[in-house]
């Protein structure tokens, strides 16, 4: 493997900072789910929310990993 296929550290560094991203999306998303046992009083439209930003951090991690898989 010759030094342009090796992953490049601030590709390293951009995927870091997307997983700790999704790791709090998901943290989030468990914890609001736990708070509420029944969906009254607007928790639906909370627990939404908090599915839509951990949908869109897991597929920005997964484009990340695909640079890492690449050598980018």
């Known amino acids: 493997m010759d030094i ?3 992953i490049k550290d601030q ?3 951009q995927t870091l ?3 700790a991203r999704t ?3 998901l943290k989030a998303l468990r914890a609001i789910r736990k708070s509420s046992a029944d969906w009254h009083g607007g928790r639906m439209l909370d ?3 908090e599915h839509a930003a951990a949908t869109r951090a897991s597929m920005d991690l997964t484009r990340k990993l695909a640079d890492l ?3 980018r």
């Open 69 to 71: 898989r690449q050598g």
């Open 47 to 49: 627990c939404a929310r």
């Open 23 to 25: 790791m709090k999306a």
């Open 4 to 6: 342009s296929e090796m």
């Open 17 to 19: 900072i997307e997983l």
């Open 11 to 13: 590709t390293i560094d």
